[in-house]
């Protein structure tokens, strides 16, 4: 991590501040693809640093040296990329314990840095529309793979699946929703919170690159469009939405 250190103090010699930190540096979806059908103890553990070394190890370390330099100038704002595999089993435990933490880590450190000007903050997309996503919908195979290690979308059909990939989000809709973020004033109100990214396009009102609005997993419309109610979901409003301590008292194990 030296030389990530040395990024950030060239940062700080250079421009005397840092606005914003968004931890989006991840290595491992070559190695959760190849392994996605296997149990945990059916992998060599060293997943483990595939999936969290590139991820939730280096979130902390970038972490630390912003914090560092946004604590002088009592401004700031991180932004952790996770996704709902921190709130639900999806493809294998490495990865639901990653995001589960970065999330964790968003909470805690918000926390710390009570009182400091500084804003930490974990977002969701939700299903974003990459070449390797594109390619993997479109192989029939890989894509019943993914569906048997992803808990809760295990029962939708493919045909479902690959119909609401097409209405998902591009990879820019994430950028827009950081842009919203950066430019509130008022954004250390959201400090230590879990945001889904269409939640933030709803609340300030940007749509994505071709003028959609991808649905938040939350919305009960989607929901049910995802369960195949398709009878059903055209009648009701989008920004219908299970409350989001539902979602979390529905995955508690306490």
């Known amino acids: 991590m030296a030389?990530?250190?040395?990024?950030?103090?060239?940062?700080?010699?250079?421009?005397?501040?840092?606005?914003?930190?968004?931890?989006?540096?991840?290595?491992?979806?070559?190695?959760?693809?190849?392994?996605?059908?296997?149990?945990?103890?059916?992998?060599?553990?060293e997943i483990w640093d595939e999936v969290n070394n590139v991820g939730l190890r280096n979130h902390y370390f970038c972490s630390v040296f912003a914090a560092r330099i946004m604590v002088k100038n009592f401004s700031g704002l991180i932004v952790n990329i996770s996704s709902a595999g921190g709130l639900t089993y999806f493809l294998n435990v490495p990865y639901g314990v990653?995001?589960?933490?970065?999330?964790?880590m968003a909470q805690d450190m918000a926390h710390e840095l009570k009182g400091k000007g500084v804003t930490v903050v974990s977002l969701?997309?939700?299903?974003?529309?990459?070449e390797l996503m594109d390619k993997l919908f479109k192989d029939e195979d890989k894509l019943r793979d993914l569906q048997n290690a992803s808990g809760a979308i295990s029962k939708i059909s493919p045909e479902t699946m690959k119909q609401n990939f097409n209405d998902n989000e591009s990879t820019e809709f994430p950028g827009k929703a950081i842009v919203a973020l950066a430019s509130d004033s008022?954004?250390?109100?959201?400090?230590?919170?879990?945001?889904?990214?269409?939640?933030?396009?709803?609340?300030?009102?940007?749509?994505?690159?071709?003028?959609?609005?991808?649905?938040?997993?939350?919305?009960?419309?989607?929901?049910?469009?995802?369960?195949?109610c398709s009878f059903l979901y055209p009648y009701l409003p989008r920004w219908i939405k299970v409350p989001g301590w539902v979602?979390?008292?529905?995955?508690?194990?306490?």
């Open 124 to 130: 969701w997309p939700s299903l974003v529309k990459t």
């Open 3 to 45: 030389e990530v250190e040395q990024l950030f103090d060239k940062i700080e010699k250079e421009s005397g501040t840092l606005d914003i930190l968004v931890n989006n540096a991840y290595q491992a979806v070559q190695a959760i693809s190849n392994n996605v059908s296997k149990r945990f103890y059916e992998c060599d553990p």
């Open 186 to 228: 008022a954004v250390i109100r959201k400090t230590g919170r879990v945001l889904l990214t269409a939640d933030l396009g709803d609340e300030y009102g940007f749509l994505d690159v071709d003028g959609g609005k991808p649905a938040s997993i939350r919305s009960v419309s989607a929901l049910l469009k995802l369960a195949g």
């Open 247 to 254: 979602m979390t008292a529905f995955t508690s194990k306490l």
């Open 98 to 104: 990653g995001k589960c933490a970065v999330d964790r």
